[in-house]
């Protein structure tokens, strides 16, 4: 573990441009704009440093009862170089949907991958874990999923369920839950356990989670249900682009009419987004705008609230309590104090490739004057960093 290179070592090693991990970086920023104490840094440069500064932490990554899903977002990026960043910035020393080995192979890899790290690699559980009998519905090296789960766990520094099966469930718990599927917090109660529901949930809110904990020495907040805060503190239905479509009353009443084909709100289609706390609306997928359900004219099913998705009928609608203006209306007062505008811009045009983090920015941060103006110190910004570039390496 001492001779583990730094994350700026290893990018350089293997011929990452400083571009491209700033670029990564930016989206971080982009994607946890708050809640982060490692993005309260005033600019993506000196998150970057700070990050390059760190070991590459390792993960290690079980699959329980699980679709490969959250896997899968990870690695479908639009942009394949994304993927191959992140797996760059992370030590993912054993994961069985990549790994070639097989059988005892994968045992012994397993075996080594926790040895070498023992209490200080960051488990990542994908899937859920069925109790009935024992957990004798699914084993692992002729040992029940359960057993696997909590003697890897236990030379774990923490633990981070990804998806909304390891989370609490998720499909295999949908009633009747014929295996007894349960979420790793109800299993795991000696250890950190940070809770990153959804189906699938976004890569950067994992990412955003292990460089936290490895930089900064601690995982970020949480809310009552193990989930970090800077991603699932608000509600769908705050920064819906079809909020406004929700405030005047046009709706959509069934999938293909006039209002559905004009892109209304779906709240009488029984969207979930009004009760469903997670960052899809502002943190769309594979960096692509409006690649999310909503975005695409799909209901909400509410997949990060286990007290919604398998619980409450398709078109069923839900209650609207608690609900407070969107982000995207112009600020009369900005109460958020680490980003300033200027850094905001910054952001946007080191991570331009990635037309999300612009896209995220200029949601949360922008009235459309302003973006105009940003447009412009945004293109400044991108020069000097070409500059830079050219000069220096990570
Ligand atoms: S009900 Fe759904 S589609 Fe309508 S504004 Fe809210 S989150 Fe968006």
């Given at each position: 573990m001492s001779k583990r290179p730094t994350i700026a070592e290893h990018l350089k090693a293997s011929g990452v441009s400083r571009r491209n991990f700033v670029q990564l970086c930016g989206m971080l920023i982009a994607t946890a704009p708050v809640g982060l104490s490692l993005t309260s840094k005033k600019s993506v440069l000196q998150v970057a440093a700070a990050i390059g500064k760190i070991k590459r932490p390792s993960v290690i990554w079980l699959h329980f009862q699980d679709c490969t899903g959250c896997t899968e977002t990870l690695l479908r990026t639009s942009a394949p170089d994304v993927a191959h960043l992140i797996l760059d910035v992370i030590s993912l020393d054993y994961h069985e949907t990549l790994m070639a080995a097989s059988g005892v192979q994968a045992e012994a890899a397993l075996r080594s991958a926790i040895a070498e790290n023992e209490g200080k690699f960051v488990l990542v559980v994908e899937g859920s874990i069925p109790m009935k009998e024992d957990g004798n519905y699914m084993q692992l090296g002729s040992k029940p999923a359960v057993q696997v789960l909590r003697e890897v766990a236990a030379k774990s520094a923490a633990v981070i369920a990804i998806g909304s099966c390891a989370s609490w469930g998720g499909v295999p718990s949908a009633d009747p839950n014929p295996t007894g599927a349960v979420g790793v917090d109800s299993i795991i109660t000696d250890k950190p356990v940070v809770n990153l529901p959804g189906c699938p949930p976004n890569p950067y809110n994992l990412l955003g989670v292990v460089?936290?904990?490895?930089?900064?020495?601690?995982?970020?907040?949480?809310?009552?249900?193990?989930?970090?805060?800077?991603?699932?503190?608000?509600?769908?239905?705050?920064?819906?682009?079809?909020?406004?479509?929700?405030?005047?009353?046009?709706?959509?009443?069934?999938?293909?009419?006039?209002?559905?084909?004009?892109?209304?709100?779906?709240?009488?289609?029984?969207?979930?987004?009004?009760?469903?706390?997670?960052?899809?609306?502002?943190?769309h997928f594979n960096e692509i705008a409006d690649c999310w359900p909503i975005g695409a004219g799909i209901p909400c099913v509410g997949c990060t609230e286990k007290d919604v998705v398998w619980k409450l009928g398709t078109f069923e609608t839900v209650p609207i309590h608690l609900a407070t203006p969107p982000d995207n209306y112009p600020p009369i007062y900005s109460p958020i104090g680490g980003v300033s505008i200027g850094a905001a811009a910054l952001v946007g045009a080191v991570a331009g490739g990635l037309g999300g983090a612009t896209y995220v920015y200029s949601q949360r941060f922008t009235s459309s004057q302003e973006a105009g103006a940003e447009r412009i110190e945004a293109g400044q910004a991108e020069k000097q960093l070409d500059k830079k570039s050219d000069r220096k390496e990570v």
């Amino acid at each position: 573990m001492s001779k583990r290179p730094t994350i700026a070592e290893h990018l350089k090693a293997s011929g990452v441009s400083r571009r491209n991990f700033v670029q990564l970086c930016g989206m971080l920023i982009a994607t946890a704009p708050v809640g982060l104490s490692l993005t309260s840094k005033k600019s993506v440069l000196q998150v970057a440093a700070a990050i390059g500064k760190i070991k590459r932490p390792s993960v290690i990554w079980l699959h329980f009862q699980d679709c490969t899903g959250c896997t899968e977002t990870l690695l479908r990026t639009s942009a394949p170089d994304v993927a191959h960043l992140i797996l760059d910035v992370i030590s993912l020393d054993y994961h069985e949907t990549l790994m070639a080995a097989s059988g005892v192979q994968a045992e012994a890899a397993l075996r080594s991958a926790i040895a070498e790290n023992e209490g200080k690699f960051v488990l990542v559980v994908e899937g859920s874990i069925p109790m009935k009998e024992d957990g004798n519905y699914m084993q692992l090296g002729s040992k029940p999923a359960v057993q696997v789960l909590r003697e890897v766990a236990a030379k774990s520094a923490a633990v981070i369920a990804i998806g909304s099966c390891a989370s609490w469930g998720g499909v295999p718990s949908a009633d009747p839950n014929p295996t007894g599927a349960v979420g790793v917090d109800s299993i795991i109660t000696d250890k950190p356990v940070v809770n990153l529901p959804g189906c699938p949930p976004n890569p950067y809110n994992l990412l955003g989670v292990v460089l936290e904990y490895v930089t900064m020495g601690k995982l970020p907040a949480l809310d009552d249900q193990g989930r970090p805060k800077f991603a699932y503190e608000r509600v769908i239905h705050e920064n819906c682009p079809r909020r406004a479509h929700f405030d005047a009353g046009r709706f959509a009443t069934a999938f293909g009419d006039e209002g559905h084909r004009k892109g209304w709100c779906l709240y009488k289609l029984g969207c979930k987004g009004p009760v469903t706390h997670a960052a899809c609306a502002t943190r769309h997928f594979n960096e692509i705008a409006d690649c999310w359900p909503i975005g695409a004219g799909i209901p909400c099913v509410g997949c990060t609230e286990k007290d919604v998705v398998w619980k409450l009928g398709t078109f069923e609608t839900v209650p609207i309590h608690l609900a407070t203006p969107p982000d995207n209306y112009p600020p009369i007062y900005s109460p958020i104090g680490g980003v300033s505008i200027g850094a905001a811009a910054l952001v946007g045009a080191v991570a331009g490739g990635l037309g999300g983090a612009t896209y995220v920015y200029s949601q949360r941060f922008t009235s459309s004057q302003e973006a105009g103006a940003e447009r412009i110190e945004a293109g400044q910004a991108e020069k000097q960093l070409d500059k830079k570039s050219d000069r220096k390496e990570v």
